[in-house]
């Protein structure tokens, strides 16, 4: 939570400033703890058992141990930095304390810009961070596990391929592929140093925005669901023994390019930041090449669902459509959103624009 602005502090005050910048970010840290820990929402959530080979867990004591890990770590990188630098953290805590002062003035007079933006990272960092933590954990685990059984079952392959696919293969491959994902995220929200690149230049600060990325996290996306009635399928089940490996060989491959854009981002994947332009990988093709590939994912997923609505009647088949199209509204408008706020900081997402003409779709959209 400690990360850096461009303001070189004095080398005889250096080791005291190196103190203030961590106590800041630990400060804030701890704050961001103790608000996990309270909440009975995440109390619920991180108290998930989880196995790994004869070890058992929950997600809260996995989580426990990467934050005295974090802490030593932020510790290490304050104290050891070649140039400090003003922390994020410290401008936030001098806009809290601002606006806790006098909050009517300070509204309307406003905030400074390294202010705003180390508030905005600091409640950016504050739900994503453990949220990606979390779902790390969760993937270590279950890809470790399924490909444990998978090996094991190695000989099954020939004569049961079906079976095994079914229980452990899809779900090796699928766990592969969310861990790598999730890993550059974690590890982008968690780090942010100069010598990586990785700086938030920039948050976006509109409600439009953080509204519709939020809508696709949890605990929010538990009302996105309610509202649209229906939750993305993971692993969708069609009868036809070749069209369901056909259909989730294609949502692997669609998984797999939505991957391969975090991994092009690298240790500057994070929502709703500016971070520089990647324009590399899949980002060659097309500008949101991770929203093209989840919701292409989740339409193969909604099949069967659909398929069964026409059983019954077109106007269930409909509000199958309208409940599917419904995410995919959510992520135009975030691209929407996200592309507003990146031409806002700079003329670097419009030089991009020029190369790459595409949203969603190369050659048509």
């Known amino acids: 939570m400690g990360q850096m602005e461009a303001v070189t502090l004095p080398g ?12 800041a ?26 196995q790994l080979f004869s070890y058992q867990f929950t997600t809260w004591d996995a989580l426990q141990v990467v934050y005295v890990i974090y802490s030593l770590l932020l510790l290490v990188y304050y104290l050891s930095e070649k140039h400090p630098q003003i922390s994020k953290s410290i401008y936030c805590l001098r806009g809290l304390q601002k606006l806790l002062r006098a909050p009517l003035s300070r509204y309307r007079e406003g905030l400074s810009a390294e202010e705003r933006l180390g508030m905005l990272v600091t409640l950016l960092k504050a739900f994503f961070a453990p949220l990606m933590v979390a779902w790390l ?28 696919f079914n229980v452990h293969g899809y779900w090796f491959l699928l766990q592969v592929i969310l861990f790598l994902d999730v890993m550059f995220f974690t590890i982008g929200y968690l780090v942010e140093m100069p010598v990586l690149k990785n700086q938030i230049r920039s948050v ?6 953080w509204a519709v990325a939020l809508a696709c996290y949890p605990p929010f996306n538990h009302v996105t669901n309610t509202i649209l009635s229906w939750t993305p399928d993971k692993f969708p089940q ?25 991994v092009a981002l690298n240790f500057k994947a994070s929502n709703l930041t500016h971070r520089g332009i990647i324009a590399h990988g899949p980002y060659r093709f097309v500008r949101h090449p991770a929203y093209t590939c989840k919701n292409l994912a989740w339409w193969i997923a909604a099949i069967p669902a ?39 900081v700079d003329g670097e997402y419009d030089s991009y624009c020029e190369k790459v003409r595409y949203r969603f779709l190369p050659g048509v959209l």
């Open 238 to 262: 069609f009868e036809t023994p070749a069209i369901h490996l056909a259909a989730n060989f294609l949502l692997l491959g669609l998984m797999a390019v939505f991957t391969s854009a975090s």
């Open 204 to 209: 976006d600060p509109t409600l439009l925005g």
């Open 25 to 50: 970010s630990f400060l804030l840290l701890i704050a961001t703890y103790l608000f996990c820990s309270l909440v009975p929402y995440y109390q619920v959530y991180a108290s998930k058992e989880r």
């Open 12 to 23: 005889t005050r250096s080791l005291s400033h190196r103190l203030k910048n961590f106590s």
């Open 137 to 164: 954990i969760g993937h270590t685990t279950n890809m470790v596990n399924n490909g444990v059984q998978l090996a094991n079952n190695l000989d099954l392959l020939r004569t049961e391929f079906l079976a095994v």
């Open 306 to 344: 659909l398929t069964t609505a026409l059983e019954t009647s077109l106007w269930s088949a409909l509000l199958v459509l309208a409940s599917v199209g419904g995410w995919t509204l959510i992520y135009l408008l975030r691209a929407l959103t996200e592309e507003d706020h990146l031409r806002k």
